[in-house]
């Protein structure tokens, strides 16, 4: 039985109810611009045996919480983990990022997958958040998350991170019915994923369209939304009948946000390339917005980048349905103080934009 929630206002915001200020947390607030988190991975002597030792990922989603004053934890995971558990065999290479040593070449490849289960090949994923919540003993809530379909097929066709995406857009081109099997197939397992996740105790869920923002309009409508859409639907109730908020974030989205605004998720992720008071009124209240700090402003002088954050909240507004958050994850070079100002100011301006103000 997961203990009560002692600080619910991330939860609240994103059902855009009354709050008393705007919740803050940070995309890869568990990382490596934290000393504490290069500790453990040293110990852990490798990224993927950090990823999938639950006791390793428990320590370094907590670290965050013993300095800052945030309103969520996130699981620390990878949003590789569901192809890797399809067989394609992932392995961070130093200095090169994630690779797979068996991608996805040709529609035999593409047929021959199947849905993962996420209590056998991605047990360590449940398992952690199950020992997440325990520590956490209701402290915050805990956020679970997957990559999106098209973003998640994006590395299994290149095999690795790219700038050009031109093998997946070759696939788009080329063998699109191909490709619409590839991302059917991934929604139904990112969907059973966060299930799985939801079961072990997540109080909310993330969807991180990370590439989203390489498509036409007519691509990304086609290609990459649709999918997202279908996995948040395929997750079906809860068995405990919580309530579970999602968040859709595609980079380079900002254009979207409408048709993104009619997929049922509860609020959308911005980055820093859109303008949150624009966005707001272009959504209306149907969804909750988050973000959307531009990650480089950490690097600023601490007024500076305080006015930054004071900026971003007045441009969102007065009332509920604000998380606020980086445009994108910390960078690892960031100052660590720079953060904890960052998420101090939040704290102390905040408040003035959800007082009650008479008639």
Known sequence: MNAPLQNDVFLRALKRQPIERTPVWMMRQAGRYLPEYRAVRERAGSFMNLCTTPEWACEVTLQPLARYRLDAAILFSDILTIPDAMGLGLEFVEGEGPQFRSPIMSPADVDRLGVPDPETALRYVPDAVRLIRRELDGRVPLIGFSGSPWTLATYMVEGRSSREFRKIKAMLYDAPEVLHRLLATLSKAVSAYLAAQIAAGVDAIMVFDTWGGILTPTQYQTFSLPYAEAAL???????????????????????????????????????????????????????????????????APIPALKEEVLRIIDRFGHGSGHVFNLGHGVWPDVNPEHVGAMIEAVHEVSPLYHRVIPA
């Open 233 to 299: 639907k395929g997750i079906g109730a809860p068995v405990d009948e919580r309530v579970i908020p999602s968040i859709l974030f595609t980079k380079g989205g900002g254009q979207w946000l409408s048709a993104m605004a009619d997929t049922g998720y509860d609020a959308l992720g911005l980055d820093w390339t859109t303008d949150i008071r624009a966005a707001r009124s272009e959504v209306g209240d149907r969804v909750a917005l988050q973000g959307n700090l531009d990650p480089q402003a950490l690097y």
